[in-house]
């Protein structure tokens, strides 16, 4: 992992004259963290098509996507549309696909974007040969395969696999590959158990392409990832794209996980101190789960992280000092590590940084990020894709 | 409880035009839960001062507040910059204050709105006063009463309640009396807690009241509230307003809580059923945690409801069938009373409706709420207003 200095952080100065709770984002760290991963899966000579769900901000996107041609994942259509206007032409929806979208994906595919959709019924494969019969349009397809029974997806060896590529294969639609998320990898909280999840997900994807080539149906995309899986692979012969989204910002599930430090977390909370209880050791911010996300990702991992971890304001983890719980507009701060909290320390009116459970969860409760670059003295604002 | 027939709801026909997920408000049961609460409150002869956290659209202020002058309680001050611009005046901002959110409040004063602020430590006192002071303008405070230990506020018996008192009295500032909220009373789930909860709330408030007309301090206003007591008081008596903000759409907790039944929840996320896993007895939709929230506010009630009630398109509720899991975009929805799920029931495409554990955190989710009347065969869309 890359060593950050305290030079990077935006100094608390920067932020004073925004009104807290904000989201914050260390321009330096998502930048590290976008390069990271760039450079670990490139040697394996895949492309990498970044999963927008976490960012959904325009202004990011440049730096996520190389160029308009990068291939990009994404999660809503509005995600999709909101690319597509930006240029982007090479966009998977990894959402499985319903009849009542397909007019949106129609429309995209007429702009000239290659937006392929996701499935795993006959049902869907059905409404698309349908859809693309009826508008003369092609609209191409990935298979979900299941590799650990995390959610949807079917199994490499199921007979429905050849029948769902066949009837895309010879329908109007285009049988374009396969797609898996080792979406159980999120549970592995060591080296081995990611390289097995790793490991698993090519291995199941391969199943899959033999299984079809086995049929005589090529299957020109082979697409993996997740952020736990993406930074364990060992091999990735045969597949052909990765993807992965919460690298991006990181956060405290994927410290958990062990494939990044706190000191990599790109994304925080900004809240002011309004409060002290001395009584019970609490110092209250106007961070509630509106700010933070009502997400307890950690709740199972090695370190429970209650709703955050506490850093100062600029940006310097405070062991042992958690958002304990959080209501709508209040958060409630305090020491897990057994020792005293030093009132002294939250002043009425200070601020402090909280570092998220989980980024795409926090991101999602904000319209905007405030992007401050330590390093050279900016501060630009991005603002969120809302909706669906 | 009122009796709801079926015809309240709107058919799921008239949504079949809008791509899920979306959030839908029956509006004639939204209607019923503001005359139930408004009824319930009449008789007591004291104001109520609905908590407008929960709705945030302007479009719903007119039902919630009869006029102008109505009084009502925000969580944000973008809540209460929304309500003054479309003319509503007597506000109360029902989060400690900081000194750094002044300038906004002092606008809002320059306006002609009585924005009340709260507080509970010398240090806000002094940045309100010294706010007063500088920009010759008086902003009405109240200082918050702990009645529970729930979060924020001070005994009523602690010296710095009259300090305090005497500060903002002798100020700039205005003391206009004490606030209290019952929190911990959303974890009564029984008649009798809940009315004990109600009590001690309302003689907490009165020996607070008390203790200042000790010192000749007049205290005009003695604010209680939250949902769980507001139903639940025996005599009000010396209280001048209640606040209460989840009654208007109701929501899981409170079913569990006893303030209300499945029926009267007027808030709903509706969703596409986009797969089938057959082995686990799974339904996959289309809405996730970023439709939901990832609130799990049942998840030690008497009754946890995963992540949401699932009801069919019509609103109708389908015993048993809960959302077990969420991640980002896909819900599994499945059965927890131990029959079989009949997968016919939800055909690949066909719509469900989810209930939420907690409509506060479920609505944040969205920035509109597709408001639909059964009774009179109407749809509008309401605006969220986003943001601190």
């Given at each position: 992992?890359?060593?950050?200095?305290?030079?990077?952080?935006?100094?608390?100065?920067?932020?004073?004259?925004?009104?807290?709770p904000?989201?914050?984002?260390?321009?330096?760290?998502?930048?590290?963290?976008l390069?990271?991963?760039?450079?670990?899966?490139?040697?394996?000579?895949?492309?990498?098509?970044p999963?927008?769900?976490?960012?959904?901000?325009?202004?990011?996107?440049?730096?996520v996507?190389?160029?308009a041609?990068?291939?990009?994942?994404?999660s809503?259509?509005?995600?999709?549309?909101?690319?597509?206007?930006a240029?982007?032409r090479?966009?998977t929806?990894a959402?499985g696909?319903?009849a009542?979208?397909?007019?949106?994906?129609?429309a995209?595919?007429?702009?000239?974007?290659?937006?392929?959709?996701?499935?795993?019924?006959?049902?869907?494969?059905?409404?698309?040969?349908?859809?693309?019969?009826a508008?003369?349009?092609?609209?191409?397809?990935l298979?979900?395969?299941?590799?650990?029974?995390?959610?949807?997806?079917?199994?490499?060896?199921?007979?429905?696999?050849?029948?769902?590529?066949?009837?895309?294969?010879?329908g109007?639609?285009?049988f374009?590959?396969?797609?898996?998320?080792?979406?159980?990898?999120?549970?592995c909280?060591?080296?081995?158990?990611?390289?097995?999840?790793?490991?698993?997900?090519?291995?199941?994807?391969?199943?899959a392409?033999?299984?079809?080539?086995a049929?005589?149906?090529?299957?020109?995309?082979?697409?993996v990832?997740?952020?736990?899986?993406?930074?364990?692979?060992?091999q990735?012969?045969?597949?052909?794209e990765?993807?992965?989204?919460?690298?991006?910002?990181?956060?405290l599930?994927?410290?958990?996980i062990?494939?990044c430090?706190?000191?990599?977390?790109?994304?925080?909370?900004?809240?002011?101190?309004?409060g002290?209880?001395?009584?019970?050791?609490?110092?209250?911010?106007?961070?509630g789960?509106m700010?933070?996300?009502?997400?307890?990702?950690?709740?199972r991992?090695?370190v429970d992280?209650?709703y955050g971890?506490?850093?100062?304001?600029?940006?310097?983890?405070?062991?042992?000092?958690?958002?304990?719980?959080?209501?709508?507009?209040?958060?409630?701060?305090?020491?897990?590590?057994?020792h005293?909290?030093c009132f002294?320390?939250?002043?009425?009116?200070?601020?402090?940084?909280?570092l998220?459970?989980?980024?795409?969860a926090?991101?999602?409760m904000?319209?905007?990020?405030?992007?401050?670059?330590?390093?050279?003295?900016?501060?630009?604002?991005?603002?969120?894709?809302?909706?669906?």
């Open positions: 992992m890359q060593t950050h200095t305290g030079s990077t952080q935006a100094p608390a100065a920067a932020h004073g004259h925004l009104n807290t904000f989201l914050m984002v260390d321009k330096p760290k998502f930048i590290d963290n390069i990271r991963l760039r450079s670990l899966i490139a040697p394996f000579g895949v492309a990498l098509r999963h927008f769900k976490t960012i959904r901000a325009i202004e990011a996107a440049a730096y996507l190389p160029d041609s990068s291939p990009v994942t994404v809503t259509l509005r995600e999709a549309e909101a690319l597509a206007e240029g982007y090479n966009i929806y959402v696909i319903s009542a979208k397909l007019p949106r994906v129609g995209l595919i007429e702009q000239g974007v290659t937006l392929t959709v996701l499935l795993d019924s006959p049902e869907q494969v059905q409404a698309v040969n349908d859809y693309c019969a508008h003369r349009c092609t609209i191409p397809a298979i979900e395969i299941d590799c650990d029974g995390h959610r949807g997806g079917i199994l490499p060896e199921d007979p429905r696999l050849i029948e769902l590529a066949r009837l895309l294969a010879d109007p639609a285009q374009q590959g396969v797609l898996l998320h080792a979406g159980e990898s999120y549970r909280y060591r080296r081995q158990g990611l390289q097995e999840a790793a490991d698993n997900e090519v291995a199941t994807a391969l199943r392409r033999n299984a079809l080539a049929r005589q149906i090529p299957c020109p995309v082979v697409s990832g997740s952020t736990p899986t993406a930074f364990s692979y060992r990735l012969e045969g597949v052909t990765v993807r992965a989204g919460v690298y991006s910002f990181f956060d599930v994927m410290a958990n062990g494939v430090e706190l000191e990599d977390i790109a994304l925080s909370v900004v809240a002011t101190v309004i002290h209880n001395r009584d019970k050791g609490w110092v209250l911010v106007d961070a789960w700010a933070l996300s009502a997400d307890r990702g950690t709740a991992a090695p992280y209650g971890q506490v850093a100062n304001a600029g940006g310097a983890v405070m062991a042992g000092m958690q958002v304990l719980s959080a209501n709508q507009e209040h958060g409630i701060i305090g020491r897990v590590d057994g005293p909290l002294e320390d939250f002043p009425i009116g200070s601020r402090v940084r909280i998220p459970n989980h980024a795409c926090t991101a999602a904000h319209d905007q990020y405030q992007v401050f670059d330590g390093l050279h003295g900016t501060h630009e604002v991005w603002h969120r894709i809302k909706g669906w």
